[in-house]
């Protein structure tokens, strides 16, 4: 393990997350308290250690930092108040930056969520989730769910435009333009 | 009688999906002498996409309506949405910052200055408006329903952003509620996960979380939940047959914004408060609960006499 030892990796967690990952003792409260732990390939008290040993392969291509709602469990509960939830994002935003996502139709979804936003300024829902199905050709998504919404006129089938949508337009572009990974 | 006054987020859900949330808030708020300036061509603040991608994207995506708040001088913004909520309040957080809030505004056309601070509603109703006048001005108690409270895992979480009620155990819209003559049942899952957005990519994930807390409010004898998040409701309602599907138990548990009872039991006009876009009708609850208080109030008169 110690010839894996990534030092930059630690050190760029650190420094993006504000964190002292020196301070985790594994208690395992964080994960204890996570909801999503059954559905992790790792545990983040795992994960944690993982990050703290410079195991950059093995954390970056985990299946976890994908399914991770930023539920602040952990973040609330950790008793040397390491912000865990920031650790997370930080890993996936990383991640991302170097091509994984293992959990291919969660970053689908959020690309989908922030290009619709990118686009209209507000988010379009059911653009959002045709343009979802059509990248992931899952078709059927939600397909249930038609009868129970449609009926109800809560979906709104054009989307919101607002006025400053080049202001908007700029935010990402500017964003790419500084090296920024979408 | 002095009123209130805020800039008002309503948050993208708010057109759409949550749409019921939108009107009852302002319907209520309207009624509770809340004056509610809309953010002039708010836009998305990113929720949580946004944040997994970046944290300077992000806060950029929240300030650009910062800034516009700053623009009309007003120093608070409510939003209903604790998604919203925390984006804001978190950029607010971070750009306290200088050398973060110079990576932000280097995104923005307008910069932000950061002074603003975010509220929830629910957080202004409690504190600003304040229990004794929400009380004062029930007109139809909800006597007899039994409602459990729920509200989401980051209503109040982390504490140091959020600054308000309880982190394990909130209070706020148990005493609402109260307030409003309901019976209130201690729900000990308040800041459970439901599965958060990840109905559409992972439904199995959010039909366990969901599942879980559905069986916990039928197990209290709950009449209904009450939320104060689109997307918890969302999950809680209109996938509800998910998790009935998961689990093996078939529910019907209806799953009300807590502006739509404040609402009801303040005698605002139901067209404002939309429960005909609920998925699981309250109506049977609502119909228990008023042949209970006509069984009352015969059974009162009967020991009169």
């Given at each position: 393990m110690s010839a894996s030892f990534d030092a930059d990796f630690v050190a760029q967690v650190q420094a993006a997350s504000e964190q002292n990952l020196a301070l985790c003792y594994q208690c395992g409260n964080c994960t204890a308290g996570c909801p999503y732990t059954f559905a992790y390939d790792i545990p983040v008290n795992q994960i944690m250690r993982l990050v703290q040993a410079g195991q950059k392969h093995k954390t970056l291509t985990c299946k976890?930092?994908?399914?991770?709602?930023?539920?602040?469990?952990?973040?609330?509960?950790?008793?040397?108040?390491?912000?865990?939830?920031?650790?997370?994002?930080?890993?996936?935003?990383?991640?991302?930056?170097?091509?994984?996502?293992?959990?291919?139709?969660?970053?689908?979804?959020?690309?989908?969520?922030?290009?619709?936003?990118?686009?209209?300024?507000?988010?379009?829902?059911?653009?959002?989730?045709?343009?979802?199905?059509?990248?992931?050709?899952?078709?059927?998504?939600?397909?249930?769910?038609?009868?129970?919404?449609?009926?109800?006129?809560?979906?709104?089938?054009?989307?919101?435009?607002?006025?400053?949508?080049?202001?908007?337009?700029?935010i990402f572009k500017r964003f790419e333009e500084q090296g920024g990974c979408l | 009688?002095?009123?209130?006054?805020?800039?008002?987020?309503?948050?993208?859900?708010?057109?759409?999906?949550?749409?019921?949330?939108?009107?009852?808030?302002?319907?209520?708020c309207k009624a509770l002498f809340v004056e509610l300036h809309d953010v002039p061509d708010w836009s998305c603040c990113g929720s949580s996409p946004a944040h997994t991608v970046d944290h300077v994207l992000s806060a950029a995506l929240s300030a650009r309506n910062l800034a516009k708040v700053e623009s009309t001088g007003r120093e608070t913004v409510i939003t209903p949405c604790p998604s919203c909520l925390t984006n804001l309040r978190t950029a607010g957080h971070r750009m306290e910052k200088p050398e973060f809030r110079a990576r932000v505004n280097s995104l923005l056309d307008t910069p932000c200055k950061g002074d603003v601070q975010a509220k929830s509603v629910l957080q202004i109703l409690v504190e600003d408006v304040g229990l004794e006048m929400i009380a004062a001005s029930v007109q139809k108690p909800l006597k007899g329903l039994k409602v459990a409270p729920y509200y989401g895992c980051i209503m109040n979480r982390p504490p140091e952003i959020m600054q308000f009620d309880d982190h394990e155990n909130p209070m706020a819209m148990d005493r609402i509620l109260a307030a409003l003559g309901a019976e209130v049942v201690p729900f000990p899952l308040k800041v459970e996960c439901c599965g958060a957005s990840y109905g559409v990519a992972r439904k199995d994930v959010v039909a366990r979380l969901s599942s879980k807390l559905l069986d916990t409010a039928v197990g209290l004898g709950a009449?209904?939940?009450?939320?104060?998040?689109?997307?918890?409701?969302?999950?809680?309602?209109?996938?509800?047959?998910?998790?009935?599907?998961?689990?093996?138990?078939?529910?019907?548990?209806?799953?009300?914004?807590?502006?739509?009872?404040?609402?009801?039991?303040?005698?605002?006009?139901?067209?404002?408060?939309?429960?005909?876009?609920?998925?699981?009708?309250?109506?049977?609850?609502?119909?228990?609960?008023?042949?209970?208080?006509?069984?009352?109030?015969q059974s009162e008169r009967g020991s009169r006499v």
């Open positions: 976890s930092l994908w399914l991770c709602a930023t539920c602040e469990s952990c973040t609330t509960r950790c008793p040397n108040d390491i912000d865990v939830a920031r650790i997370m994002d930080v890993l996936r935003h990383m991640a991302r930056c170097e091509g994984h996502a293992p959990e291919r139709a969660v970053k689908v979804f959020w690309d989908s969520f922030l290009e619709s936003v990118r686009k209209h300024g507000r988010v379009f829902e059911a653009g959002l989730l045709a343009k979802y199905v059509a990248r992931t050709g899952r078709v059927w998504t939600d397909f249930d769910l038609a009868p129970r919404i449609i009926p109800k006129g809560k979906l709104a089938l054009k989307p919101h435009p607002i006025q400053g949508l080049g202001e908007m337009e700029k | 009688m002095r009123g209130h006054s805020f800039a008002y987020y309503p948050g993208c859900s708010g057109l759409g999906t949550s749409m019921e949330y939108d009107s009852s808030t302002r319907a209520v009449d209904m939940m009450a939320t104060a998040c689109p997307l918890c409701q969302m999950n809680l309602d209109l996938r509800q047959e998910q998790a009935s599907q998961h689990s093996g138990r078939a529910y019907s548990m209806p799953v009300l914004y807590f502006t739509q009872l404040m609402g009801m039991a303040l005698g605002v006009a139901e067209a404002e408060l939309g429960f005909d876009k609920l998925c699981v009708s309250p109506d049977r609850a609502f119909e228990a609960m008023a042949a209970s208080t006509i069984a009352n109030k």
